[in-house]
């Protein structure tokens, strides 16, 4: 089934290159052609992102603890590369990136689900309030120790509940675990997909347009129905019904949206238009992970409460 999906989403990648080719020959304008040029850059680093996605996948649940691990780590360092830090937080940051960060995916590889839930927000938030209060510094204390506190709480916590899938114990679904990490990284970004073509072709009235210009009310709502439809059609990854499956992919385009839309906020508050650079079209990991940071507590949670043993 693992090399079936995989197969069937490089065919889905294949399907959007050789689209993209034929709609670019087809357009001659300028603004047609800077849409495909963009288009293009998208789809090169979708490229590389599913054949590390899938690679990683196949290979099993601590390679694939070991990929969020590492996701983790990138994110929040270009995180800190952004915000302003003082010579007197370096050690609470060594301490986040050393000790908070590895002990909280130790805990998911151990299935430690009572306190990995609880770890960051109470114990890891402790660590860092107490290391940056004996540097002596107390100017802007609160600042500080809350920018720290939103970088573990986005790049560590909330991503981790994505391979914290894969710990769930559902009755009936025993052993189809990394299915249900397919069915919400694949939604995750397709709702992205969804919603920037939506928006290029109806979007009219914005939602943010100082935080985020380019998402309107059409993108969103459009990319909530086709999301909801694609959950259906993969309804065979989740252990839900079908009219849940299309609730919860509606649900999952809402909360990604809310996760862009953050850390859009988070952008503009620091004036720069992207966190890195590391994918062309893209930016940085962070840019790509904002929407999943959301939904992988969502689907986490939701399942975990309504269908774990």
Excluded at 269 to 288: M, P
């Amino acid at each position: 089934m693992k090399v079936t999906l995989a197969l069937w989403l490089i065919l889905f990648l294949v399907g959007a290159t050789a689209s993209n080719w034929l709609w670019g020959r087809r357009r001659s304008d300028d603004k047609s052609r800077a849409l495909q040029r963009e288009v293009t850059l998208r789809i090169e680093s979708w490229w590389i992102m599913v054949l590390v996605f899938v690679a990683v996948w196949l290979c099993g649940f601590y390679t694939t603890l070991a990929l969020f691990f590492f996701l983790s780590l990138l994110a929040l360092r270009e995180y800190i590369t952004l915000i302003e830090t003082k010579r007197a937080d370096h050690r609470a940051l060594v301490w986040s990136f050393l000790i908070v960060l590895p002990l909280q995916y130790l805990l998911i590889a151990q299935h430690w689900y009572g306190l990995f839930s609880i770890f960051i927000p109470v114990y890891g938030f402790l660590i860092v309030t107490i290391r940056v209060a004996m540097s002596g510094d107390c100017a802007d204390f609160l600042n500080r120790v809350a920018t720290i506190h939103w970088g573990l709480m986005t790049c560590v916590f909330l991503l981790s509940h994505a391979p914290a899938i894969l710990t769930l114990s559902v009755a009936g679904y025993e052993s189809r675990q990394d299915e249900l990490l397919f069915f919400l990284v694949v939604l995750t970004q397709l709702s992205d997909v969804f919603q920037f073509v939506c928006g290029k072709v109806f979007g009219k009235h914005r939602i943010a347009p100082k935080v985020s210009p380019n998402k309107t009310i059409e993108g969103l709502l459009g990319g909530m129905l086709l999301t909801g439809l694609t959950a259906i059609l993969l309804s065979q990854l989740t252990p839900l019904p079908l009219v849940e499956d299309f609730i919860l992919g509606v649900a999952l385009c809402l909360f990604g949206f809310c996760g862009g839309l953050t850390m859009s906020a988070v952008k503009r508050d620091k004036g720069c238009k992207d966190f890195g650079t590391l994918l062309k079209g893209h930016g940085g990991i962070l840019d790509r992970i904002d929407s999943l940071c959301f939904t992988a507590p969502l689907l986490f949670h939701f399942t975990r409460y309504f269908y774990t043993l």
